[in-house]
């Protein structure tokens, strides 16, 4: 069958919400089974783009990912602020994303920083982390 398009007036156009499904990762045995939509999608979204690092990967968009790199040897007065910015940064390039906020930073042990935020999404609300040597 055939999918069936609105006819539309001269000029106008149709917008859509196109669906989220991608491929599920399974990040316990590390393997991809199955797939995911809607807030499973959004969750590994959020994974995917705070693991990687920006600029890096010529696979990625120069808007996909995370800047981390340069955070190294850095005070934590001034990667805490910063590390702020580029999450939200790096998550807010998805449309789907309405928002970053309720951020927290641990310092679990010497050298690491770990975050935790809230990722607000059109499909509901994440719990999410990074952690950052520095």
Known sequence: M???????PEGE???????????RMRRA???????????PAMEQAVYKA??????????YSA?????????YGQP???VCPELERRITEALMCDERITDVTDFVFETPRHGV??????????????????????
């Not at 156009?13 to 491929?23: D, E, F, L």
């Not at 808007?63 to 955070?71: F, H, N, P, S």
């Open 76 to 78: 934590i007065s001034y």
């Open 50 to 59: 705070l693991l990687t690092e920006r600029f890096q990967y010529l696979i």
């Open 13 to 23: 156009w149709a917008v859509s919400i196109q669906p989220t499904h991608t491929h």
């Open 113 to 134: 920083l770990h975050v935790l935020f809230t990722v607000h999404t059109v499909f509901g609300e994440i719990e999410g982390q990074r952690e950052v040597e520095i």
């Open 29 to 39: 045995d590390e393997t991809i089974a199955g797939r995911a939509d809607g807030l």
């Open 2 to 8: 055939t999918p069936q398009t609105p006819i539309l």
């Open 63 to 71: 808007d996909y990912g995370i800047e981390t790199l340069d955070l």
